[in-house]
T-cell receptor, first 112, second 111 residues
Framework: EPEVTQTPSHQVTQMGQEVILRCVPI?????FYWYRQILGQKVEFLVS????????KSEIFDDQFSVERPDGSNFTLKIRSTKLEDSAMYFC??????????FGPGTRLTVL | RKEVEQDPGPFNVPEGATVAFNCTYS??????FFWYRQDCRKEPKLLMS???SGNEDGRFTAQLNRASQYISLLIRDSKLSDSATYLC????????????FGTGTRLKVLA
């Protein structure tokens, strides 16, 4: 069964450093998303991406965040200058119709 | 009022029991509704979409009441493997595809 994959599974970084989280969506899917979940809290929407552009973003997704689809398979989330409060699990998701979304296993980001 | 509200639980039930979870949403224009399950420190996994007519998948039944802005999930004949957090998810606006998650309801099925 096709699935969304994410790398790395765990990333530790120093405050102020840049990180790139990588995702490979399901191959025939056209809609891509990033969500985050701070430990003990609910899953929060960050950004949706369709047709090579951002279709929607939340208030969390400020100028420190960017997304890219550098090739036909990868979808990345970059945080330019990490803050302590960016520590969370980051989930990538993809969808073929934009309705049902399928999530990857997540990248746990720890900012020290 | 929160966009999506769930009773956090935990619900502790014996194996074989029937358990029901409820969820309310604030935006009456919401279009799509889902139940996901999330195991500890894992990703949300789609359990089922929720349709206006209600739908059933094996031991799981989901209902939608648009007038009351209320979604439910019923699990019959609970198994130990059903222990997880159940997330109510709403797509609030037609034409956008962001999900709004509830905080989840924890279920523990006891032997």
């Amino acid at each position: 069964e096709p699935e969304v994959t994410q790398t790395p599974s765990h990333q530790v970084t120093q405050m102020g450093q840049e990180v790139i989280l990588r995702c490979v969506p399901i191959s025939n899917h056209l809609y891509f998303y990033w969500y985050r979940q701070i430990l003990g809290q609910k899953v929060e929407f960050l950004v949706s991406f369709y047709n090579n552009e951002i279709s929607e973003k939340s208030e969390i997704f400020d100028d420190q965040f960017s997304v890219e689809r550098p090739d036909g398979s990868n979808f990345t989330l970059k945080i330019r200058s990490t803050k302590l409060e960016d520590s969370a699990m980051y989930f990538c998701a993809s969808s073929d119709t934009g309705s049902e979304q399928f999530f990857g296993p997540g990248t746990r980001l720890t900012v020290l | 009022r929160k966009e999506v509200e769930q009773d956090p639980g935990p619900f502790n039930v014996p194996e074989g029991a029937t358990v029901a979870f409820n969820c309310t949403y604030s935006n009456s224009a919401s279009q799509s509704f889902f139940w996901y399950r999330q195991d500890c420190r894992k990703e949300p996994k789609l359990l089922m979409s929720v349709y206006s007519s209600g739908n059933e998948d094996g031991r799981f039944t989901a209902q939608l009441n648009r007038a009351s802005q209320y979604i439910s999930l019923l699990i019959r004949d609970s198994k130990l493997s059903d222990s997880a957090t159940y997330l109510c998810v709403v797509n609030p606006i037609s034409g956008t595809y962001k999900y709004i998650f509830g905080t989840g309801t924890r279920l523990k099925v006891l032997a």
